[in-house]
């Protein structure tokens, strides 16, 4: 069946540090593809997506390309904030009605 | 500002009372979808509508019963809970449809005692 892996955290980071969050995933056929974010106390918000291999999502610094060749949706940012302390996950629909298969979660912290 | 909105955001309850969560979204999406997410773990699937009526139900426990009673409501009804139930609940929504990116309400922060 249908799978994503993330790499484990949590992962902690100075202010200003290259980020990138490994994530892989199985599936059939070519999903979409989908990075979330959790910031403490609050539900899960979109933060960027790719429909197609070699599509390059972005958001708020962030980004993510579609590699159909290694299977990867890796999450990369080139200056981390502590704002962007959070939980962060990856994730593919599969089934019929838009289920969402979701990476463990990566825990990121930034530090000052 | 999250356009998926639950109440309330806390709710503490003894294994023998009844309560209900609630979840409204204005956004036109005619798919919903609630979940459990314990502490450090992704969501859980537990129920998804599709059109006002239930399309999937991830084998949850009849103490949890979901009701849709029009395009924008979502109810979580709860009754004889257990300990381990303890946990964020989750509503989202969606276009239908694969590939549609779902939107997230807050949460409500269930404890039973």
């Known amino acids: 069946g249908d799978s994503v892996t993330q790499m484990e955290g949590p992962v902690t980071l100075s202010e200003e540090a290259f980020l990138t969050i490994n994530c892989t995933y199985t599936?059939?056929?070519?999903?979409?593809l989908f990075w979330y974010v959790q910031y403490p106390g609050e539900g899960l918000q979109l933060l960027l997506k790719?429909?197609?291999?070699?599509d390059k999502g972005s958001n708020k610094g962030f980004e993510a390309t579609y590699r159909k060749e290694t299977t990867s949706f890796h999450l990369e940012k080139g200056s981390v904030q502590v704002s962007d302390s959070a939980v962060y996950f990856c994730?593919?629909?599969?089934?019929?009605?838009?289920?969402?298969?979701f990476g463990t979660g990566t825990r990121l912290q930034v530090t000052l | 500002d999250t356009e998926v909105t639950q109440t309330p955001k806390h709710l503490v309850m003894g294994m023998t009372n009844k309560k209900s969560l609630k979840c409204e979204q204005h956004?036109?999406?005619?798919?919903m979808y609630w979940y459990k997410q314990k502490a450090k773990k992704p969501p859980e699937l537990m129920f998804v509508?599709?059109?006002?009526?239930?399309?999937i139900n991830e084998s949850v426990p009849s103490r949890f019963s979901p009701e849709c009673p029009n395009s924008s409501l979502l109810n979580l009804h709860l009754h004889a809970l257990q300990p381990e139930d303890s946990a964020l609940y989750l509503c989202?929504?969606?276009?239908?449809?694969?590939?549609?990116?779902?939107?997230f309400g807050d949460g409500t922060r269930l404890s039973i005692l």
């Open positions: 989202a929504s969606s276009r239908t449809g694969l590939d549609q990116p779902q939107h």
């Open positions: 599936a059939t056929g070519y999903p979409s």
């Open positions: 790719a429909t197609k291999a070699d």
């Open positions: 994730a593919l629909p599969t089934g019929t009605a838009s289920k969402l298969t």
């Open positions: 956004m036109g999406h005619r798919a």
């Open positions: 509508y599709s059109y006002e009526k239930l399309s």
